[in-house]
């Protein structure tokens, strides 16, 4: 029902700034909260972000507030994480996820799963 493209990542040097994207086809797109995970080498997928379809909360891993922002457009079928101040330990794949679920951190609870995009930060 819903399919997930991202786009975006790249390689950015300490202190630097990344936006991803990530195009959703399908048309039940706006009744989906939508998140964005990472998974490092070695490590478990964790969560990072999400918003719920109608843009009233969002929710954010410690390990990021007040450094990443979470957001979509409905419109355009697009969800967007903007990445400022980033840190080596963001270094990761970036996927991008979607849920009938609200407020849930947990994979278990996200349906639909993007490619993945690589965020590199050099130490």
């Known amino acids: 029902q819903v399919q997930l493209v991202e786009s975006g990542g790249g390689l950015v040097q300490a202190g630097g700034s990344l936006r991803l994207s990530c195009a959703a086809s399908g048309r039940t797109f706006s009744s989906y909260t939508m998140g964005w995970f990472r998974q490092a080498p070695g490590k478990e997928r964790e969560f990072v972000a999400s918003?719920?379809?109608?843009?009233?909360?969002?929710d954010y891993a410690d390990s990021v507030k007040g450094r990443f922002t979470i957001s979509r457009d409905n419109g355009k079928n697009t969800v967007y994480l903007q990445m400022n101040s980033l840190k080596p330990e963001d270094t990761a794949v970036y996927y991008c996820a979607a849920s009938q679920r609200m407020m849930a951190r947990s994979t278990a609870y996200w349906n639909h799963w993007g490619q993945g995009t690589q965020v590199t930060v050099p130490s």
């Open positions: 918003i719920t379809w109608s843009f009233d909360r969002t």
